[in-house]
């Protein structure tokens, strides 16, 4: 069993900043790509930022230049900086993890209970 927590959502103004991170914990053998996720009311969810194991990064267009992801390996935790946040920013972000554990040979995918950020106008 593996288990994802995540902290730092809230309640910001446009132009702020927030800092959102995420640590794995259980029979963690590997873990593979992490990443974080975002689903807005009435929408699909959406990948917003990944990272591999040896630190490759992809980002959606949409923060470009505004969000940076980043991770350790030696407390499994993968963090997002976000910066220059705007309304609609605002969803509830999910934390995801492709993890090897003791019983299989292949990553299954774990994600954490989400949580919101709010950007106001």
């Known amino acids: 069993q593996v288990q994802l927590v995540e902290s730092g959502g809230g309640l910001v103004q446009a132009g702020g900043s927030l800092r959102l991170s995420c640590a794995a914990s259980?029979?963690?053998?590997?873990?593979?790509?992490m990443g974080w996720y975002r689903q807005a009311p009435g929408k699909q969810r959406e990948l917003v930022a990944a990272?591999?194991?040896?630190?490759?990064?992809n980002y959606v267009d949409s923060v470009k230049g505004r969000f940076t992801i980043s991770r350790d390996n030696a407390k499994n935790t993968v963090s997002l900086q976000m910066n220059s946040l705007k309304p609609e920013d605002t969803a509830v972000y999910y934390c995801n993890a492709d993890v090897i554990t003791a019983m299989t040979f292949h990553p299954f995918d774990y994600w954490g209970q989400g949580t919101q950020v709010t950007v106001s106008s």
């Open positions: 990272i591999t194991s040896g630190g490759s990064t």
């Open positions: 259980g029979s963690i053998v590997v873990i593979n790509a």
